[in-house]
Nanobody, 121 residues
Framework: QVRFVESGGGLVQSGGSLRLSCAAS????????MGWYRQAPGKQRELVAG???????KYADSVKGRFSISRDNAKNTAYLQMNSLKPEDTAVYYC???????????????WGQGTQVTVSS
């Protein structure tokens, strides 16, 4: 099963930036879409951004224009560049694989520990 290790989170002031990384195990990274998700306390996990095998991207409305997802298939790594951070972006951020860019609800990897992002006002 595909496994992921997220890193790059931290404490940042409102308006600041962070870059998250997601390292995937296995050698089939370039065969699936990748999604970044987040879960805030008391809320359900939600999709933040997704990137297809070919590099097509999609974003939640709440992060459009501020976040950017990318992938480096040679390094089996996906990234999430987060700019203009807001307190409401505070959450644990996870990555996972999806078979289709059109369906990020159906993940097939194991959920990692995630990385905590805290944005202070």
């Amino acid at each position: 099963q595909v496994r992921f290790v997220e890193s790059g989170g931290g404490l940042v002031q409102s308006g600041g930036s962070l870059r998250l990384s997601c390292a995937a195990s296995g050698s089939i990274f370039n065969t699936y879409a990748m999604g970044w998700y987040r879960q805030a306390p008391g809320k359900q996990r939600e999709l933040v951004a997704g990137i297809s095998r070919a590099g097509t991207t999609k974003y939640a409305d709440s992060v459009k224009g501020r976040f950017s997802i990318s992938r480096d298939n040679a390094k089996n790594t996906a990234y999430l560049q987060m700019n203009s951070l807001k307190p409401e972006d505070t959450a644990v951020y996870y990555c996972n694989a999806a078979r289709y860019h059109s369906d990020y609800d159906s993940v097939f990897g194991s959920w990692g520990q995630g990385t905590q992002v805290t944005v202070s006002s």
